[in-house]
């Protein structure tokens, strides 16, 4: 055990926060996650994420349990390191479903007076740990390199020493371990990586080829960030992402395992000039399903590529529009069920399915 870990009880917990069984429970728990015993420390782990972060904001007694933290992922006799990465991104930045649809600019949250002004302190002391990461991701344990990397996606400030690291990680991580490149692939988009970068994108083909969905997805989601008109195979690989990944996709610390959701946000962002590519693809995929198949996934994705949302009849249809309407007749997309005939209506198309000539 370090000597930080012995320094957990020098600090005045009391004086850190308002509530006087934190002011206990922090210190028991932070000297906890050096036990032999799991229960005991998965135990301490949540409850410092339910102490730490409450609905999100962050405290002085989240920025002073950091330390700690960093200790525990640098101990390789300490268990479940992996779950000290995870407490440290949830300190810095909270729900991470905000910064993947807003993709929030940190300089700009400090420059913005906020009621919650301790979680911007929180996320710069998680940041200034940056050398600390960059060393765990060489770590032997694939789940921590997994975590540190999941991390690392929401420092983009940053992005000169964490997208080359990440990049190594794309390129060096064995087929045993393809999970934890699939996880780096997504983050070095996400911390700041860009389409010049070329030790990155040829990191990302060569996943692109790979034989793991995970890893093939992964590397496209993040090649669609990176591009706003990425090839056509790459968007084919993100909807096959949208259509096919498990629920939750095991070992994808990403919206707890929801791979679905970050395919969706790489789709809504593409440029409207790839609209042709997205409506043949999806045609394609529909036409080679049939009526009884689940396909509601499938028929909200061609929905959402080509029909706007309205509440009125389209009248007049786009060639793209024309060219999906003939696929979901031929499909007999209205013989799906009523949640399919509403989504249908909602893009402005006849709930009958009857189209007047």
């Known amino acids: 055990m370090p000597e930080r870990s012995h320094m957990v009880d020098a600090v005045n ?10 002011s206990t429970g922090v210190p028991a728990a932070l000297h906890a996650l050096w036990s032999t015993d799991e229960f005991l420390r998965r135990s301490a782990y949540n409850y410092l994420a339910g102490t730490l972060v ?25 268990g479940d390191r992996f779950g000290a990465c995870q407490l440290l991104r ?7 479903t905000l910064w993947l649809i807003e993709r929030p600019n940190p300089a700009a949250l400090r420059a913005t007076p906020a009621p919650e002004q301790w979680d911007m302190a929180a996320y710069d002391a ?26 690392l996606s929401w420092f983009p400030e940053e992005r000169h020493v964490v997208v080359p690291a990440l990049t190594r990680v794309i390129e060096s991580e064995p087929a045993d ?79 707890e395992g929801d791979m679905c959701t970050l395919a969706a946000l790489a789709l809504s962002r593409l440029d409207p000039s790839t609209g042709a590519d997205r409506v ?4 394609g995929r529909l036409r080679r399903t049939r009526p009884g198949q689940e396909r509601t996934k499938l028929i909200g994705a061609l929905v959402d590529a080509v029909f706007p949302r309205t509440d009125k009849l389209i009248s007049r249809f786009t060639d793209l529009q024309l060219a999906a309407v003939r696929a979901l007749i031929e499909a007999d997309a209205w013989g799906d069920g009523p949640y399919v005939v509403s989504l249908l209506a909602a893009a402005g198309l006849p709930k009958d399915g009857r189209f007047q000539s």
């Not at 609905?55 to 200790?71: H, K, N």
């Not at 991701?137 to 997994?146: H, I, Q, T, W």
């Not at 780096?184 to 996400?190: I, M």
């Open 90 to 96: 949830l300190i810095a930045i909270g729900d991470e």
């Open 13 to 22: 917990w009391v004086s850190l926060t308002r509530d006087p069984r934190a």
């Open 280 to 283: 043949e693809l999806l045609i």
């Open 54 to 78: 409450q609905q999100g904001s962050r405290f002085p007694v989240s920025i002073a349990a950091i330390p700690f933290l960093i200790d525990v992922i640098a101990d390789p006799a300490a």
């Open 177 to 255: 371990s393809v999970d934890v490149a699939a996880v780096a692939s997504v983050a070095a988009a996400l911390a700041g990586g860009v389409a010049a970068d070329r030790a990155l994108t040829g990191a990302l083909a060569t996943r692109l080829g790979g034989p793991v969905p995970t890893e093939r997805w992964a590397a496209a989601i993040s090649v669609a960030t990176l591009y706003t008109r990425p090839p056509r195979e790459v968007i084919d690989q993100v909807y096959e992402c949208l259509l096919e990944a498990d629920d939750p996709v095991p070992n994808w610390p990403f919206l």
């Open 126 to 151: 998680v940041r200034a740990r940056i050398p600390a990461f960059l060393a765990a991701l060489n770590d032997y344990d694939p789940a921590v390199r997994m975590h540190t990397a999941h991390l």
